[in-house]
T-cell receptor
Framework: AQKVTQAQTEISVVEKEDVTLDCVYETRDTTYYLFWYKQPPSGELVFLIRRNSFDEQNEISGRYSWNFQKSTSSFNFTITASQVVDSAVYFCALPSGYALNFGKGTSLLVTP | DTAVSQTPKYLVTQMGNDKSIKCEQNLGHDTMYWYKQDSKKFLKIMFSYNNKELIINETVPNRFSPKSPDKAHLNLHINSLELGDSAVYFC?????????????FGPGTRLTVL
């Protein structure tokens, strides 16, 4: 079965700290994609990254980076030098059939 | 321009009523979706629809029905609303129908059933 586990329900950090959000997945597919989305307090779902299983290189986008490791079935997300605006719920997702199967989300609170 | 838009943003109604939520995308995508987010923030697929095929999550009550007048629109009709239908409903779209392409989401519609 296609499954995503985000074991961290809530994380609280102080501004400028680095924080890593964990995502562990289960899939029967040999090739697949993984996604991260951000849901800020305003409620919309913002796409962050789509990654395919062929490419295990780490991805960096500004203060955001993603570590994909097939050997441990993990796709972790790190925010460097966190800011208050990073406060949001972050979802990891894996395609399951015709749609996305989301993890339960990790709520990140960054305080000044 | 908003890529995926939904109306209304908030919907408050009484039990037993029938209501609709509208969704439009201007991305030229072939596939549209409806997701439900419950009070614990859990996101679950309800429907996927493209020109050829409607795929329904079997757990969705038949009081919910998607209607697509054209490729850019996918509306959600809900009959005989129940308290448990209170949630945030998100529309999304993507280029393909296999679930592997990036899905872009609308702003959500918060439905409250009293």
């Amino acid at each position: 079965a296609q499954k995503v586990t985000q074991a961290q329900t809530e994380i609280s950090v102080v501004e400028k700290e680095d924080v890593t959000l964990d995502c562990v997945y289960e899939t029967r597919d040999t090739t697949y994609y993984l996604f991260w989305y951000k849901q800020p307090p305003s409620g919309e779902l913002v796409f962050l990254i789509r990654r395919n299983s062929f490419d295990e290189q780490n991805e960096i986008s500004g203060r955001y980076s993603w570590n994909f490791q097939k050997s441990t079935s993990s796709f972790n997300f790190t925010i460097t030098a966190s800011q208050v605006v990073d406060s949001a719920v972050y979802f990891c997702a894996l395609p399951s059939g015709y749609a996305l199967n989301f993890g339960k989300g990790t709520s990140l609170l960054v305080t000044p | 321009d908003t890529a995926v838009s939904q109306t209304p943003k908030y919907l408050v109604t009484q039990m037993g009523n029938d209501k609709s939520i509208k969704c439009e995308q201007n991305l030229g995508h072939d596939t549209m979706y409806w997701y439900k987010q419950d009070s614990k923030k859990f996101l679950k697929i309800m429907f996927s629809y493209n020109n050829k095929e409607l795929i329904i999550n079997e757990t969705v009550p038949n009081r919910f029905s998607p209607k697509s007048p054209d490729k850019a629109h996918l509306n959600l009709h809900i009959n005989s609303l129940e308290l448990g239908d209170s949630a945030v409903y998100f529309c999304a779209s993507s280029q393909d129908s296999a679930g592997t392409d990036t899905q872009y989401f609308g702003p959500g519609t918060r439905l409250t059933v009293l």
